[in-house]
């Protein structure tokens, strides 16, 4: 598969097939890819915390807030909901800046997925505090944002951006539109 056949179907997903789990080794092997990404400076402060069981889920689910574009939606249905998270957090006694080291590792780990046939939406709108408390994270982590994971159950669809308009939205049959700017509109 090209890169730019991973990269168009690297949505942001946030309705799958709950049912279809993903083992330890599967997203152990995509933190790997994270790992082998570009660190600034080459610190690798990134660390990540691996959530795949069903009962842990459910109670990392009402910590976070789903699509704030779309306001009449609370996040995917049970049932629709992800097999896994993995929370990207940074080392904080390595260094307090990890620079853009979370895009980087996170891109490679979803693009890992995407090539599996998952797919994932990144959330950093999430109760941190009760996070850490649930997850028994140590201080010395900051948590920087959580991957939600699964089978994708729904379809995204790039758009061409009208009249500025960024924020994506749902039609009557549940597909995601996300409005894309022109090419010509990014290069200066």
């Known amino acids: ?111 890992g997925g995407v090539e599996d046939g998952f797919g994932g939406c990144i959330i950093a709108a999430i109760d941190r505090s009760k996070l850490r408390k649930l997850l028994r994270i140590d201080e010395k982590y900051k948590i920087i944002h959580l991957i939600a994971l699964g089978k994708p159950k729904e379809k995204v669809k790039i758009e061409k951006m009208e009249n500025g308009a960024i924020k994506y939205w749902r039609d009557e049959n549940q597909t995601h539109h996300v409005p894309k700017r022109d090419l010509k509109d990014l290069i200066i």
């Open 1 to 111: 598969m090209s890169i730019q056949s991973l990269i168009l179907r690297n949505r942001s997903y946030r309705r799958f097939y709950q049912n279809e789990g993903i083992q330890q080794s599967q997203l152990e092997s995509w933190v790997d890819l994270a790992r082998l990404s570009p660190s600034a400076r080459n610190m690798q402060s990134l660390r990540f915390k691996l959530i795949n069981d069903p009962k842990l889920n459910a109670q990392v689910f009402p910590l976070l807030k789903w699509a704030g574009y779309i306001e009449d939606w609370d996040g995917p249905i049970e049932g629709e909901r992800p097999a896994a998270y993995i929370v990207v957090l940074n080392d904080e006694s390595l260094s307090n800046n990890y620079y853009c080291d979370d895009g980087l590792a996170t891109q490679s780990l979803l693009l």
